[in-house]
């Protein structure tokens, strides 16, 4: 069976609790972030606390039997750098992620169990240009030139594993101009990453389609991050990239604690039914 996790703030006062929580109820996997606002709050100003502070919070996970993995971009980006347009500007975003994630490397080094660089790329993309098509298939472009420079740093360490925001597309109605939409949308989430990560090839409608070095298997474990039907989601995942190791983040819905942790259990039986087939190792929720 896959080992279980949860996502926790490791800022938060209560971190100990938390994994001292999911150690006690068997989770092997914690999942925190490196906030990169934080850390470099100016470009030429780093703050190394945050990074003893990350040190401190891996080590109480791994005297716990827990392994810590540890997610390297949020919403909240450093101010300077959304001010020169963030991921929305190829040349901004080829300059400084690269040095982030070096810094981090630098810093982190083989402490953590595994990397996150970055998630929900269909989610990033539609909340900073969902309303430009132009430009946000360019953006796409250079999320993808992103996680590949990503790699390229941290491979060879901890492994690196994707948390694609995949999900089941259906037309909003019956419109040609909602079947096209939903067409567009299904293949960003599933073929531009999964396609992309299995042959090198950067897939994006409205754009023409090109090889980009090293993104072929740039990562060790294809992850998912859905909030519904995991089981039908790992198996189209598993046939996209079946040469990849699975692992899924599970935001569980409800308006109340029973209801998401109901929502869990069925998540759960669902998840441990698919690896009885396929090799999925590890699951984590967000609570």
């Known amino acids: 069976m896959p080992q279980r996790g949860i996502v ?33 709050p100016r470009p030429t100003a780093i703050d190394g606390s945050v990074f003893e502070n ?32 963030g991921f929305t500007d190829p040349s901004t975003a080829g300059r400084w992620w690269p040095r982030w994630i070096e810094l981090v490397a630098d810093q982190l080094g083989g402490a953590p169990a595994g990397w996150v660089p970055f998630e929900a790329p269909f989610a990033m993309a539609r ?11 360019e953006l796409v472009d250079t999320l993808l030139v992103a996680w590949r420079d990503a790699w390229r740093i941290l491979r060879g ?21 909602a079947a096209d939409a ?16 299995t042959t090198g090839e950067v897939s994006i409608p409205g754009r023409a389609d090109r090889q980009l070095a090293d993104l072929a298997g740039a990562c060790d474990i294809v992850g998912i991050a859905t909030r519904s039907q995991a089981e039908r989601l790992l198996y189209r ?46 699951i984590t929720t967000i609570m």
């Open 8 to 40: 926790v703030d490791y800022a938060a006062d209560r971190f100990d609790d938390d994994i001292a929580l999911a150690a006690s109820n068997g989770c092997t996997v914690v999942r925190f972030d490196v906030s990169w606002r934080a850390a470099q």
């Open 54 to 85: 990350v040190m401190t919070a891996i080590a109480s996970c791994r005297q716990l039997g827990i392994e810590p993995w540890l997610r390297l971009l949020q919403p909240q980006i450093p101010d300077w750098f959304d001010n020169d347009g």
């Open 127 to 137: 909340r900073l240009l969902g309303h430009d098509p132009r430009r946000h298939g």
């Open 157 to 177: 360490g901890p492994p690196v594993a994707t948390s694609i925001d995949v999900a089941v597309v259906q037309p909003a109605d019956e419109s040609p101009a």
């Open 182 to 197: 939903a067409q567009r949308e299904d293949h960003l989430r599933w073929a531009t990453w999964l396609h992309g990560l």
């Open 237 to 282: 995942t598993a046939d996209m990239a079946p040469d990849f190791p699975l692992a899924l983040t599970y935001k569980p819905t409800g308006s109340t604690e029973a209801q998401r942790a109901e929502d869990s259990e069925r998540m759960f039986i669902q998840a441990d039914r698919a690896a009885l087939e396929l090799d999925l190792r590890w």
